[in-house]
């Protein structure tokens, strides 16, 4: 069995390579037929009946928008229910057929159990579920000192998911319905500081993938995987309550745009109007997979070739309850935060 491996081995990688390069034209008129076929086999969501987690802002908020312009019934789940009544009256505007906002904590089992319950007894039926509920991160493992924020990170990105989906799986079986999920390309491109969030990802991923095969034809499954696109943590918004920062304070300055969030929205649902089983933006991240999957090396030597030109730092260490110190901060930020308050308090994040 060694010596069998060990020719697998040497055989293998090269061969589906060859392979690959023969069937790529093939595989392109596939695909390019299948498209053509999603354009006359979109879902009518006229009066279906779409639960969206996460709606209180971001991705969420723009999900909820583009399924109210299809003339959805909207189910919109966020902790922040202030914040939802604002958004459901603009998706009333944009020609949802009738808005329901349930504040829920998507990481606990029993209040997942209840908004779709509440779902059900009001509206009889579930046909999408859009897992939206995403918490990022961008700070470096060692710099973390409360390790109570790992758990936290996990919880909000894969039980967050988990947990609704268990819930509605009986009754998205009935409607033969479909379930949404906001992953990250970080699932499987290695970026650093982003190795928390990259790994709940990649459990996500995992995760809806064998189900996938579980469920057969019953549930239709998009999982939907994006790289850098101009959210509410790029805009400053992903902080604790008391005022602690998720991010550098130089990243969070930076002022993103928000078509990418809205383009990135509208693949979404268009996505799962045809019942693709994935959308990606930018779908150029794919070809790194290659290098992934046959020759790492190359893409671990390409990462460290780019992100090693200057290996000074430039942010603070804002966020992470570690002090600020002036040979690894350019300039101390202004911040009425001091000693304890820079350290985290995952029980106090706010979820978008």
């Not at 229910?81 to 949802?96: H, K, Y």
């Not at 000074?312 to 901060?329: D, F, M, W, Y």
Request: aromatic share 10%; charged share 20%.
């Amino acid at each position: 069995m060694d010596v069998l491996n060990s020719l697998m081995n040497f055989v293998v990688p090269p061969a589906s390579l060859v392979m690959l390069a023969m069937a790529w034209p093939t595989l392109s008129f596939i695909n390019a037929c299948e498209w053509v076929y999603g354009l006359f086999s979109y879902e009518n969501m006229e009066d279906k009946v779409v639960i969206i987690t996460g709606a209180s802002s971001g991705l969420g908020e723009q999900i909820a928008y583009e399924y109210a312009k299809r003339g959805a019934i909207l189910v919109l789940v966020a902790r922040r229910d202030t914040r939802l009544r604002g958004i459901s009256e603009n998706a009333r505007q944009m020609g949802a057929k009738h808005v329901m906002i349930v504040a829920a904590d998507v990481v606990k089992e029993d209040e997942c159990r209840r908004f779709i319950n509440e779902t059900m007894t009001f509206y009889g039926r579930v046909d999408h579920l859009v897992n939206a509920t995403s918490l990022g991160h961008t700070f470096y493992f060692e710099e973390a000192n409360d390790t109570s924020v790992f758990p936290h990170l996990m919880d909000i990105n894969f039980w967050g998911n988990v947990y609704p989906t268990y819930v509605a799986l009986p009754y998205l079986r009935q409607t033969r319905g479909r379930i949404i999920v906001n992953a990250s390309v970080e699932n499987w491109f290695p970026l650093p500081r982003m190795s928390l969030y990259s790994a709940a990802k990649s459990a996500l991923v995992n995760f809806y993938e064998t189900l996938r095969l579980e469920v057969k034809e019953d549930v239709g499954i998009t999982i939907a995987t994006h790289g850098w696109i101009g959210t509410d943590v790029t805009r400053g918004k992903l902080m604790v309550d008391n005022g602690a920062d998720m991010q550098w304070r130089e990243e969070r300055e930076v002022q993103s745009s928000s078509e990418a969030v809205d383009d990135f929205a509208k693949l979404i649902v268009a996505g799962a109007c045809r019942g693709d089983p994935y959308v990606k933006h930018p779908s150029w991240y794919d070809a790194f997979l290659l290098y992934k999957a046959f020759a790492p090396k190359v893409l671990g030597w390409t990462f460290r070739l780019l992100l090693g030109a200057d290996s000074s730092r430039k942010t603070s260490l804002v966020g992470v309850g570690r002090p600020l110190l002036e040979s690894a901060s350019p300039k101390k930020p202004s911040s009425p935060m001091t000693g304890s308050r820079l350290a985290y308090a995952p029980q106090q994040m706010k979820v978008e």
